[in-house]
């Protein structure tokens, strides 16, 4: 079993930059950063596959997810932010779907307990 733990969320002003962390207690191969605000579904942000990347439209070039080296610890940096980034964000690991489901919640097995982002205008 492998544990995630976020860091590195706040409140930033419109326009301003965060970077998430996600360390996990093990290897992680593909991994992803999800988020979700109050009183909607959780959305896939951006995921990792192998030297790969896969971003939502509405982060594309604002935001990028990275790995370190041992591939066990995760980035989401994140840049140009947006009221409507507001959300609790989460990384996920174990995906067991094909790249194409790489953004979909229902594929990864563990979940760290989320990093609070909010962005004010």
């Known amino acids: 079993q492998v544990q995630l733990v976020e860091s590195g969320g706040g409140s930033v002003q419109a326009g301003g930059s965060l970077r998430l962390s996600c360390a996990a207690s093990g290897y992680t191969d593909t991994t992803a950063w999800f988020r979700q605000a109050p009183g909607k579904e959780r959305e896939g942000v951006a995921g990792i596959y192998g030297f790969s990347t896969f971003y939502a439209d509405s982060v594309k070039g604002r935001f990028t997810i990275s790995q370190d080296s041992p591939r066990n610890t995760m980035y989401l940096q994140m840049n140009s932010l947006k009221p409507e980034d507001t959300a609790m964000y989460y990384c996920?690991?174990?995906?067991?779907?094909?790249?194409?489901?790489?953004?979909?919640?229902?594929?990864?097995?563990?979940w760290g307990k989320g990093t609070q982002v909010t962005v004010s205008s």
């Open positions: 996920a690991a174990a995906f067991r779907g094909v790249v194409a489901a790489i953004l979909r919640p229902e594929e990864y097995v563990y």
